[in-house]
């Protein structure tokens, strides 16, 4: 009796931890997406504008993940695979605005750009840093895990053309950037499907 209380309570204190650390970089990244979309469209950036809808995809992704915390094998894999939607979502809206951007050129604002983007960076650098830990615990979180360590990337990426975009005063740069940052999410959405399949065809056999 005593040991299976002992289970239980350590069950409920991982949860508790996992809730918490969910709720804050869900709070962090609706707030960034706010932030980085607004920049977005002043800078007229594509590659910011994927950054901005990552982060929108995270926030969505951590309140489904803080929905799972307490549900078992198969409501997590069902969570996971659905997150794995919303990343494939997110990655053919960018895909529509780099068609748009190649019909309809412009040239984004590297100053704008380079600012969001580093304070995406610091953003997003703080939400990996806190969910370090919970990265093996599940599918939930090791999902969740997978969609915060791309966002340090796309940071990265963005941040990166700006200065192309200042250097040879094009915006192929930034076009370029969100083109590799399609291919990173969509990378990331079948990870993130493939796993939660996995998973289902553990649970259910």
């Known amino acids: 009796m005593g040991s299976c209380c002992e289970s239980n309570c350590a069950i409920e204190k991982l949860r508790g931890r996992q809730r918490g650390t969910l709720k804050a970089v869900l709070g962090i990244n609706a ?10 469209l ?9 950054d901005s809808l ?4 995270d926030a969505l992704t951590y309140g489904l993940s803080l ?16 997150k794995g939607g919303l990343i494939f979502i997110g990655a053919c809206v960018v895909l529509a605005q780099i068609i748009e ?3 309809f050129p412009v040239l984004p604002s590297y100053e704008v750009m380079g600012v969001f983007s580093l304070a995406g960076l610091v953003a997003n650098s703080l939400c990996l840093f806190l969910l370090w830990k ?12 997978e969609c915060s360590r791309n966002d340090i990337a796309s940071n990265l990426s963005v ?30 959405s079948f990870s993130v499907i493939g796993s939660a399949l996995k998973e289902l065809r553990r649970v259910t056999t």
Do not use: P
């Not at 707030?31 to 977005?40: L, P, Q, R, Y």
């Not at 307490?70 to 695979?81: E, I, Y």
């Not at 053309?161 to 990378?187: K, N, P, Q, R, Y």
């Open 31 to 40: 707030i960034m997406f706010v932030i980085i979309a607004g920049g977005a």
């Open 42 to 50: 002043y800078g007229k950036s594509t590659a910011l504008l994927s």
């Open 54 to 57: 990552d982060n929108l995809g």
């Open 67 to 82: 929905y799972a915390v307490s549900q078992d094998a198969a409501a997590k894999g069902k969570v996971a695979l659905f």
């Open 101 to 103: 951007r190649l019909i």
């Open 134 to 145: 919970h990265r093996n615990e599940d599918i939930n979180m090791s999902s969740v895990w």
């Open 159 to 188: 941040f990166i053309a700006a200065g192309a975009v200042w250097f040879f005063e094009s915006g192929w740069s930034d076009i370029l950037v969100a083109s590799c940052l399609v291919i990173l999410l969509l990378s990331s």
